[in-house]
């Protein structure tokens, strides 16, 4: 990925503005690509890359409408900032895999990764009492010997979901066929369009989620019951009451060193999220102004993340610097302007589409790259 990201960024910098006539409007695609196919193939595979990236925890309620509500308030924030899921995906990696290690230390080698972020993902539950099981943690309940094996196997387990690997593949195959194309073009010396440097920044997010979410059953509707020893028998139909009150809940919150290490790599990817926008630095825009606010967005959305990140060991320490509300104004204030450099973002590179180079509307010449066989 980071050949790729080289690769295009002496790229772009080669294919500045050489005099290109610019296209204004909508462009037909009768012998090459349109504008309806640049801003099709770039939704699409930004579509793609969220809406098979989200992996949300068991619900509490189970109507149709609020679990497709659920989704949809989810997926807007994965476009707004796909940054924030690559943080839980890490948050809640770091505390599976460290929930397996410390249960594997006390007998529970039947407990494996995906059951492990399956509790992460609030996705068991228990009907026992708080006398009876004080604890609703699940390394507790093993180590007290209330809780042995998990209730489900992991093939079971994974049955459960609504997305397998073959989900997966296809995303991936979608997201490989977008980034070898614009890899070409920019060989070719081909206009990249500031949506499609766009799209490549939530392929930059979505392949770290599918990595850290491989293991992950996704699309579970219902929580699993735990049953714990001594405790009064429940019902058939109390699995499908279960509250959050009786979840098994795991929380990595408790293991400061993944929370801490969580929140380096989600400030550190936020800036590498930014880093990918100013390989549009020099693209074409339909007015200097345009050009101009591409990149101070680009550079404040690099720039604010390690800001960010220096401020957050001080709110766990306030008053020996700067006062607690300081750094709360200043955070706020940091988090605002990165959030409309973000929506700005994503406004400029839509309005792009209104005039555009000839040649970024050229199709990739395959033939370069096929063997070719003398008669």
């Known amino acids: 990925m980071l050949h790729l990201l080289t690769v295009l960024f002496f790229a772009a910098v080669i294919v500045e503005a050489r005099n290109e006539m610019i296209i204004h409007g909508w462009v037909d695609e009768p012998d090459g690509r349109g504008t309806w196919s640049i801003l099709w193939t770039c939704l699409t595979t930004i579509f793609i890359c969220t809406w098979s990236a989200l992996h949300l925890n068991v619900p509490e309620e ?9 989704k949809i308030v989810w997926m807007l924030l994965a476009v707004i900032a796909p940054e924030v899921l690559l943080h839980d995906a890490m948050y809640a990696y770091l505390g599976a895999r460290s929930l397996r290690k410390d249960l594997l230390l006390h007998g529970g080698e039947e407990w494996t990764l995906t059951h492990t972020q399956f509790v992460y993902a609030q996705g068991f539950y228990t009907r026992a009492s708080h006398k009876e099981a004080p604890s609703s943690k699940l390394l507790d309940l093993v180590r007290s010997g209330r809780v042995t094996g998990p209730p489900i196997s992991e093939d079971e387990l994974s049955s459960r979901g609504k997305s397998d690997v073959v989900v997966k593949m296809i995303a991936i195959l979608q997201i490989t066929w977008f980034g070898l194309q614009t890899l070409v073009r920019a060989i070719q010396h081909y206009q990249i369009t500031p949506l499609e440097i766009l799209t ?67 400030f550190l990817s936020a800036c590498a999220f930014g880093v990918i926008h100013c ?52 955070l ?44």
Not at 306 to 327: H, Q
Not at 349 to 366: E, G, K, Y
């Open 62 to 70: 189970h109507s149709t409408w609020l679990l497709y509500d659920r």
């Open 200 to 266: 490549t920044a939530f392929i930059f997010c979505s392949l770290f989620i599918y990595r850290l979410y491989w293991n992950k059953t996704q699309g579970v509707d219902y929580p699993t019951l735990v049953h714990v020893r001594g405790a009064t028998p429940v019902s058939k139909d109390a699995e499908v009451q279960a509250s959050s009150a009786s979840r098994i809940i795991e929380s990595s919150k408790t293991n400061q060193d993944n929370w801490d290490w969580a929140e380096i790599f989600f």
């Open 279 to 330: 390989l549009a630095w020099t693209s074409s825009f339909p007015t200097p102004a345009e050009r101009l606010a591409w990149r101070i967005c680009s550079l404040a959305m690099t720039a604010l993340p390690i800001l960010m990140l220096m401020f957050v060991p001080l709110s766990r320490t306030p008053g020996i610097i700067l006062s607690e509300r300081t750094i709360d104004y200043v």
């Open 332 to 375: 706020r204030a940091l988090f605002t302007y990165y959030a409309i450099g973000r929506i700005t973002i994503i406004v400029l590179s839509l309005m792009a589409l209104r005039a555009l180079p000839a040649n970024a509307f050229q199709t990739v010449d395959w033939n370069n790259y096929l063997p070719h066989f003398a008669a």
